[in-house]
């Protein structure tokens, strides 16, 4: 009875250690999952990163190339009014031009007739 009754308990702590280390397995198992999750996520994370920085620099040069642009408007339009009032003076220096070539061939008419 005494041989039965501990034969008993031993199968008993058997089976007790079977499931232990059953949800030992599987607990493992999800460890493992958990950690490739976490690997993949960091991953994630860096390739995010690596994104955002990239946007925030190709927004920079965006930003600079905006800036050069609006610099060569402003440059362009100081340009601009120096040839139009280079083109009024000269304009005006040509009607003087033509003034005096009439006076002039006005008065060498005189002078021949």
């Known amino acids: 009875m005494q041989i039965s009754s501990m034969q008993e308990e031993t199968q008993g702590a058997v089976k007790a250690i079977q499931n232990i280390s ?10 493992a999952l958990i950690s490739t999750a976490v690997e993949q996520q960091g991953a994630a994370t ?6 955002a920085q990239r946007a925030a620099h190709g927004t920079q040069t ?38 005096e070539v009439e006076t002039f061939l006005h008065e060498m008419r005189e002078i021949v007739a």
Do not use: C, H, P, R
């Not at 860096?46 to 994104?51: A, D, G, K, L, R």
């Open 22 to 31: 059953g949800v030992i397995g599987k607990i493992s198992e999800i460890s």
């Open 62 to 99: 965006v930003s600079e190339n905006v800036a050069n642009v609006s610099q060569s408007a402003v440059e362009t339009g100081s340009s601009a009014g120096g040839v139009l009032s280079a083109a009024g003076e000269l304009a005006e220096q040509s009607e003087n031009l033509k003034g």
């Open 46 to 51: 860096s390739e995010i990163s690596q994104n």
